[in-house]
T-cell receptor, first 114, second 114 residues
Framework: SAVISQKPSRDICQRGTSLTIQCQVDSQVTMMFWYRQQPGQSLTLIATANQGSEATYESGFVIDKFPISRPNLTFSTLTVSNMSPEDSSIYLC???????????FGPGTRLLVL | SQKIEQNSEALNIQEGKTATLTCNYTNYSPAYLQWYRQDPGRGPVFLLLIRENEKEKRKERLKVTFDTTLKQSLFHITASQPADSATYLCAPEGAGAGSYQLTFGKGTKLSVIP
């Protein structure tokens, strides 16, 4: 298993600003993912964070809006850029252990954009 | 496109009874399917994984079935307790080489009434 922490746990931001969310894992992992969970909805995968290369984005998500960094095997950041109220959501990172099939999730970052 | 449906948004059940949650999927054949539990303000927590060649899997009071003909998984909690109250997410995984992503259903919010 893995223990995952996220910072910040929550934030209230103004329209047009950007927020960077950090995800730290207590062990080295191959695969890290970023999800969004809008109110009353399920989790939607934003992108897979690849160590040493650009993230792989899902349909509907672009790098300019959600730049991702993955400098090493235990850390990743997701930036929500030029925010609007529609970006209000919970953002979660998850990891998959080498050879494993399940995902372990962080506690999430609750974002409110005014 | 892949579609995941969980039978109801909310399910209320009396303590001690068996809760049965349904997950239906269309337009693909997942190699395996996972169930997660999500409590308010927290990330999902893995519960069980069942593969396409398995009919049933159990873990303590939990039981999962997987019917690839009906394209359906059932999740049972026997002798339910108020502590089982949470949202339960179904997450089939795509079949085929290199598949590593999960697609989540919207979840069923289970309330166990004392």
């Amino acid at each position: 298993s893995a223990v995952i922490s996220q910072k910040p746990s929550r934030d209230i931001c103004q329209r047009g600003t950007s927020l960077t969310i950090q995800c730290q894992v207590d062990s080295q992992v191959t695969m890290m993912f970023w999800y969004r969970q809008q109110p009353g909805q399920s989790l939607t995968l934003i992108a897979t964070a690849n160590q040493g290369s650009e993230a792989t984005y899902e349909s509907g998500f672009v790098i300019d809006k959600f730049p991702i960094s993955r400098p090493n095997l235990t850390f990743s950041t997701l930036t929500v850029s030029n925010m609007s109220p529609e970006d209000s959501s919970i953002y979660l990172c998850s990891v998959k252990m080498p050879g494993g099939e399940t995902q372990y999730f962080g506690p999430g970052t609750r974002l409110l954009v005014l | 496109s892949q579609k995941i449906e969980q039978n109801s948004e909310a399910l209320n059940i009396q303590e001690g009874k068996t809760a049965t949650l349904t997950c239906n999927y269309t337009n693909y054949s997942p190699a395996y399917l996972q169930w997660y539990r999500q409590d308010p303000g927290r990330g999902p927590v893995f519960l069980l994984l069942i593969r396409e060649n398995e009919k049933e899997k159990r873990k303590e009071r939990l039981k999962v079935t997987f019917d690839t003909t009906l394209k359906q998984s059932l999740f049972h909690i026997t002798a339910s307790q108020p502590a089982d109250s949470a949202t339960y997410l179904c997450a089939p995984e795509g079949a085929g080489a290199g598949s590593y992503q999960l697609t989540f259903g919207k979840g069923t919010k289970l309330s166990v009434i004392p």
